[in-house]
């Protein structure tokens, strides 16, 4: 157990509106990422964070804003949800503090966009 | 870019069998490669991490192994139980950055 916490874990909601999705870890961990999971595609990278106000893009970026203001909290923003964006997303911490390539996964964030 | 495939797409076996899952990757630099099982509706839990200078890793039952040169990892898993029964990806690094580019993943259906 990495000590991942995801919010929420389950919502529904309209073309058009915004969304943030949090991740929330409790030991400290230094690289967070954010991943999609759709069929056909398996996992794909959306941004990830190399530290408190750190951050990149992954694969799929395109829709989507990140911020990490502390190193607990990273936040995924939508900011005007798409039907495309109807997905499972899941946050991954690497454990520590310097880079190993190891993931640990929360149990995801199923996101509905009607 | 890494490219990552994992063969067969599913597998169902009878219990007590030994099964090998495979998994390919395009770009050999790696440093290490990952095993993860998924169970329906749920997260990615962590099986096996294989450093590039390790060609083995186990735990338990599973055993991974790692051939950088030929651009393959394998998962062994030994007399299977129907509790085994999930999706099992690979993931690998590309090159030296922090992206992880997964598989598609295994469909493994252990019978009783």
């Known amino acids: 157990d990495a000590g991942i916490t995801q919010s929420p874990r389950h919502k529904v909601t309209e073309t058009g509106t915004p969304v943030t999705l949090r991740c929330h870890q409790t030991e400290n961990h230094r690289y967070m990422y954010w991943y999609r999971q759709d069929p056909g595609h398996g996992l794909r990278l959306i941004h990830y964070s190399y530290g408190v106000k750190d951050t990149d893009k992954g694969e799929v970026s395109d829709g989507y804003s990140v911020s990490r203001s502390k190193t607990e909290d990273f936040l995924l923003t939508l900011e005007s949800a798409t039907s495309s964006q109807t997905s499972v997303y899941f946050c991954a911490i690497t454990p520590g503090h310097t880079y190993t390539g190891e993931l640990f996964f929360g149990e995801g964030s199923r996101l509905t966009v009607l | 870019k890494q490219e990552v495939t994992q063969i067969p797409a599913a597998l169902s076996v009878p219990e007590g069998e030994n099964l090998v899952l495979n998994c390919s990757f395009t770009d050999s630099a790696i440093y290490n490669l990952q095993w993860f099982r998924q169970d329906p509706g749920k997260g990615l839990t962590s099986l096996l991490l294989?450093?590039?200078?390790?060609r083995e890793q186990t735990s338990g039952r599973l055993n991974a192994s790692l051939d950088k040169s030929s651009g393959r990892s394998t998962l062994y898993i030994a007399a299977s139980q129907p509790g085994d029964s999930a999706t099992y990806l690979c993931a690998a690094p590309e090159g030296s950055n922090y992206k992880l580019t997964f598989g598609k993943g295994t469909l493994l259906t252990v019978n009783p």
């Open positions: 294989i450093q590039s200078s390790q």
